[in-house]
């Protein structure tokens, strides 16, 4: 005989009962961590590798990827033109005292925007702001911050950088869906790109270093070249925690380095350089 | 900095997905389970041909469909879990409550037409994409089958 | 618990058609093998990993079936159906289902 009704199936027999939450949190916990491993070990061997590839292959990735942030045509303002041109001047008499690879060319560009910055990309492009010119008083104190960008860029940090941050963006992109993190990635898409050339803490304490002995060749003393940092630490608001995600050594850090090398030299009463005048007009010309 | 933001973002995806998510499932089951009391009376088989007692009704075909969405803390759970491989619990009850929703619609669908039974039911199951790329947006659980109705 | 795609069993009775059961399940195999079965996608032949996986599947939902068939007191599930779907890149469902029945000896 056809019973009259539907039979009643005990729950949960499709579906399994274990915690989401718990072997979520587990495998987010491996993931992590076999990507930390990962990334360190693929830093690692770019180490290696990148000093050895040729300066011609980073060149050309910079002709089809957008690496450079649009700078105002400068070729329109002629003193941003001179101040550019006295830029790469003091970069190619600072190159002069250390052991450039022959193939690396150097190019400084002019970035008009107020916040003082400096960075160095894939190419051997360097980028400082106009903001900068007007925190810094003293060729020295520039001469520092050019340095080090330039160490940056003997190192090979930048392609260096560009090979683990893309990594990274990978690997974030295999782990949430590329779909649901393809959304996120258009809002930060074209910002992103830069800040994916952020080096790690051994990166800027090997450029740091790297710029004081340019600097000792180049003048002879290290007087000044804290000038930047100092500023930094004053305008500095930055929450405790923050600093813990910066990639930079922290300000304090590289002050107290660079007092350490300074009283190593000895030569306290060492006048500093002017700035060039094409640098100082430029920061009259742009108020 | 940015990426400090977008994993921000992401934390706070997870959790408003796990929270709405979990809500949102627990309320669907709760309505699944009173409705199949509700529709207890219209037996549904697969079977090709009608028992004896059905053999001079009326027939006419039912269909009930549902589209049915996976939250984010899902879609995350799921891309993990298949890194390691084996089951994919969060995708399994979403389709058990696409499954059991549909064929609920099939028997209001039957109810409308005065049937007592169902036979030869069928699902059918398709991925709706467009809105996700690698993992799952929704699904569609269709349920169809032949509902008996007595002749008047 | 007797399981058959016909309707019919031969020699047997059907005393009670209980409704339907189901047994489902969604499965993926873990990325290595992924990244094989696509590179064996280039010189096309089996896919070893995935077979075994919808293999493994298809043993599950059925599983699953039978568990449910159990619970209300059938002994054998007739008309027995597969259906398999690609839910995620690299992840199937698959679907078993049939009419739980009470079988008797003619």
């Known amino acids: 005989m056809r019973p009259r009704l539907n039979p009643k199936i005990p729950e949960g027999i499709n579906t399994s009962q274990e915690n989401l939450l718990v072997e979520v949190i587990m495998l987010l916990l491996a993931v992590v961590s076999s990507i930390v491993a990962l990334i360190v070990l693929l830093s690692f061997i770019a180490q290696i590798i990148a000093p050895r590839t040729p300066f011609r292959w980073e060149q050309s990735i910079t002709q089809w990827i957008e690496v450079m942030p649009k700078s105002k045509d400068t070729e329109n303002n002629s003193a941003a033109a001179n101040a550019e041109q006295a830029l790469n001047s003091l970069s190619e008499r600072l190159s002069k005292s250390m052991k450039l690879p022959a193939d690396i060319s150097l190019k400084v560009h002019l970035l008009e925007s107020g916040t003082p910055n400096a960075f160095a990309t894939l190419g051997g492009h360097i980028f400082v702001s106009t903001g900068l010119l007007k925190t810094l008083h003293s060729e020295n104190a520039l001469a520092m911050v050019l340095a080090h960008e330039i160490a940056h860029i003997k190192f090979r940090h930048p392609i260096q950088a560009l090979g683990r941050g893309a990594l990274f963006q990978f690997l974030l992109q295999l782990v949430t869906g590329s779909g649901n993190s393809g959304t996120l990635y258009n809002i930060f898409g074209h910002t992103g790109f830069l800040t994916l050339l952020s080096f790690g803490r051994d990166m800027e304490r090997e450029s740091d270093a790297e710029a004081v002995l340019i600097l000792l060749k180049h003048y002879g003393h290290l007087n000044g070249a804290d000038e930047f940092f100092v500023t930094m630490r004053q305008n500095q608001h930055k929450d405790a925690w923050k600093s813990f995600f910066e990639t930079h050594p922290g300000t304090e850090d590289r002050i107290a380095y660079i007092r350490a090398k300074i009283s190593a030299t000895s030569a306290t009463h060492n006048s500093l350089q002017a700035l060039d005048s094409a640098l100082d007009l430029v920061e009259s010309a742009l108020d | ?152 | 618990m007797l399981i058959s795609n016909i309707e019919v069993i031969p020699g047997k009775r059907i005393t009670d058609h209980l409704g339907l059961v189901q047994g489902s399940t969604v499965r993926a195999k873990h990325a290595g093998k992924d990244l094989m079965a696509g590179l064996k996608n280039i010189f096309g032949g089996e896919l070893q990993g995935y077979t075994e996986l919808l293999q493994e599947s298809r043993q599950e939902a059925v599983d699953r079936m039978i568990v449910q068939a159990q619970a209300i007191g059938a002994n054998a599930i007739i008309n027995v159906r597969f259906s398999t779907s690609a839910i995620a890149a690299g992840a199937s469902e698959i679907l078993a289902y049939g009419t739980a029945v009470r079988l008797n000896d003619r």
Do not use: W
């Open chain 2, 1 to 152: 900095m940015e990426s400090l933001i977008q994993l921000g973002i992401f934390v706070t995806l997870m959790v408003l997905g796990f929270i709405f998510g979990r809500r949102a499932e627990s309320k669907h089951y709760k309505s699944i389970i009173s409705r199949e009391d509700r529709y207890r009376h219209i037996l549904i088989t697969n079977e090709k041909l009608p028992a004896p007692e059905f053999i001079s009704h009326d027939s006419g075909m039912v269909t009930g469909n549902v589209v049915i969405s996976v939250d984010y803390f899902k879609v995350v759970a799921a891309g993990l879990k298949s890194l390691v491989g084996g089951r994919l619990t969060a995708y399994e009850s979403l389709l058990d409550r696409a499954r059991r929703e549909a064929l609920l619609r099939m028997q209001e669908n039957a109810e409308e037409l005065g049937a007592l039974a169902i036979i030869n039911t069928k699902f059918e199951t398709s991925r709706i994409s467009g809105n996700a790329g690698k993992g799952l947006g929704s699904v569609e659980v269709l349920a169809y089958g032949t509902a008996l109705t007595p002749r008047c």
